[in-house]
């Protein structure tokens, strides 16, 4: 079956934190471009990180630059994303996404409209 797992939540007080993980199965997960995208309720998903199949290369959004990074292994059909300095403004649903579309390529896509598989979520609640 071709899904993602995504795990890791929880919560931490502000300054704390986490890593999340994105089990991919059923898919060459190396082929593909991965997102972490979260929200909170009454809002739109957006996008956290991405990182692309063919170099690596990643994006993130402004709010998290220098606090989170995101990763890929392979070899574990894996993802990951490690947050630091976390804040309040961080509480939300974190997902994470494979772009099935594109094979082995250098750029990720920004938007959910991107990605084609979604895992089930992790919640990530950040006390103050």
């Known amino acids: 079956e071709v899904q993602l797992q995504a795990s890791g939540g929880g919560l931490v007080q502000a300054g704390g934190s986490l890593r999340l993980s994105c089990a991919a199965s059923?898919?060459?997960?190396?082929?593909?471009?991965i997102g972490w995208f979260r929200q909170v309720p009454g809002k739109e998903r957006e996008v956290v990180s991405c990182?692309?199949?063919?170099?690596?290369?990643?994006y993130y959004v402004d709010s998290v630059k220098g606090r989170f990074t995101i990763s890929r292994d392979n070899a574990k059909d894996t993802s990951y994303l490690q947050m630091t300095s976390l804040s309040p403004e961080d509480t939300a649903v974190y997902y994470c996404?494979?772009?099935?579309?594109?094979?082995?390529?250098?750029?990720?896509?920004?938007?959910?409209?991107?990605?084609?598989?979604w895992g089930q979520g992790t919640q990530v609640t950040v006390s103050s």
């Open positions: 996404a494979a772009d099935l579309t594109r094979f082995v390529n250098s750029w990720c896509p920004r938007d959910m409209a991107g990605y084609d598989l």
């Open positions: 059923g898919f060459n997960f190396g082929d593909h471009n």
């Open positions: 990182i692309s199949s063919y170099d690596g290369s990643t």
